[in-house]
């Protein structure tokens, strides 16, 4: 695992510098969905403290086996409302905001725990019927929402899947789009919304994300190996 990760942060490194950028612009978020405490533990040894996962009940187990490491979770998956009260317990954020429905659940929640969290909202920009998120033309007003409503959630930036293709155009192109809906609601003054992260590119296509402006990339396999997922 050492050797798959000094792969992946010199491959970042590359891209960055393609792109023009520093190469701490970029963070990585290690993503141990399926991949078990061992993994894990193993990945905090080389100094990985904050993990992104896909359901709750993954988050649940894992931070009971490896309490005291002092890690974080991270939210990546889609988040059925009925799920919120989980995550606001044992997330330190989420990345799969895409509704008020959501928004609702989350905050009455951590209302109760007292506290807040960071999220980023998800935007859909792929065509793929499998693939969540908030439509782009819903994203000022969305934005505009959260901030006067829900003061438990911290807006951090925004969140996409591209499209999975091996066309780079058109991997590029989901990239290229959320990065435009953020410099325009930049532009729009949101206030109470930070836009500072875009949480894109995954073991496939992080470097092209980078060069469109990724600050966070999802690395899942290229780091733990391949997954073996239940029949």
Not at 158 to 178: G, I, Q
Not at 199 to 214: H, P
Request: net charge neutral; glycine share 8%.
């Amino acid at each position: 695992m050492a050797d798959r990760l000094a792969a992946i942060r010199a491959r970042m490194a590359a891209a960055c510098a393609r792109a023009g950028r520093p190469a701490g612009d970029v963070a990585l978020l290690p993503v141990s969905k399926t991949f078990d405490a061992r993994a894990v533990r193993e990945a905090a040894a080389l100094g990985l403290r904050r993990f992104g996962e896909n359901k709750t009940q993954e988050i649940r187990q894992k931070a009971g086996e490896l309490a005291g490491l002092g890690l974080q979770w991270v939210m990546i998956g889609h988040l059925q409302t009925n799920k919120a009260k989980e995550a606001a317990r044992d997330a330190a954020e989420v990345q799969s905001l895409d509704r008020l429905e959501l928004a609702e659940a989350l905050q009455r929640r951590l209302d109760l725990e007292h506290r807040a969290m960071d999220v980023l909202v998800q935007v859909k920009t792929s065509p793929e019927p499998s693939k969540y998120g908030l439509a782009p033309e819903a994203l000022p007003d969305f934005l505009r929402a959260l901030a006067r409503d829900y003061p438990a959630l911290r807006v951090k930036g925004l969140m996409t899947m591209a499209v999975n293709s091996d066309d780079e155009a058109a991997v590029r192109a989901c990239f290229r789009l959320l990065r435009t809906l953020r410099d325009r609601a930049r532009e729009a003054g949101i206030e109470g919304v930070e836009l500072d992260r875009l949480s894109m590119g995954m073991s496939g296509d992080f470097e092209l994300a980078i060069e469109e402006g990724s600050t966070e990339v999802r690395i899942g396999s290229a780091l733990f190996g391949a997954r073996s997922y239940p029949a």
